[in-house]
């Protein structure tokens, strides 16, 4: 099989989308990914995976913390320039929860200290130790095959 072939069929995991985000040197950064799970409850963590030749990675090694913000399904465009598919620079509103930059708005705001990280292929896990969260209203921003979703409940479409 070739690389084509596996991304279209992971693409068909639907699953939701998050901003993650970190703090260097007084600057924000932030990544758009949808390869996060939790993984424990006791202790309380998660796994996001970063490419190995993402800037992103050399943020998380340098801060030791991340948050990850659960998106709603009104930040498309929030999620899109993450993702880099903007090259236009956007004025993002971030909010400071327990000391980490969060999106404003996302479903649910997990902030973290990296617990382990295991490089695996081309990318690196970085578990998470969940510091805090913070739960907000509203619908997720899907994504399937390449593009985003609305999600509608099946109780409402009975």
Do not use: W
């Not at 990675?57 to 598919?85: C, H, M, R, T, W």
């Not at 404003?104 to 695996?120: F, K, P, R």
């Amino acid at each position: 099989m070739d690389d084509r072939m596996f991304r279209q069929a992971m693409g068909k995991f639907a699953t939701g989308v998050t901003v993650v985000t970190t703090e260097v040197e007084d600057k924000v950064h932030g990544m758009t990914a949808n390869a996060f799970m939790s993984v424990s409850l006791n202790p309380k963590l998660i796994v996001i995976s970063v490419a190995n030749r993402a800037r992103m990675k050399e943020y998380i090694e340098e801060s030791g913390s991340f948050a990850v913000s659960l998106l709603a399904d009104n930040q498309e465009d929030l999620s899109s320039y993450f993702a880099g598919q903007s090259k236009e620079e956007k004025e993002v509103g971030f909010e400071i929860f327990d000391n980490m930059p969060v999106l404003h708005g996302s479903l649910a705001n997990i902030t973290c200290d990296v617990h382990n990280a295991h490089i695996e292929g081309d990318h690196t896990l970085y578990i998470g130790k969940v510091r805090d969260i913070a739960l907000n209203d509203g619908k997720p921003l899907a994504y399937f095959s390449g593009k985003y979703y609305e999600l509608t409940s099946l109780e409402a479409t009975k």
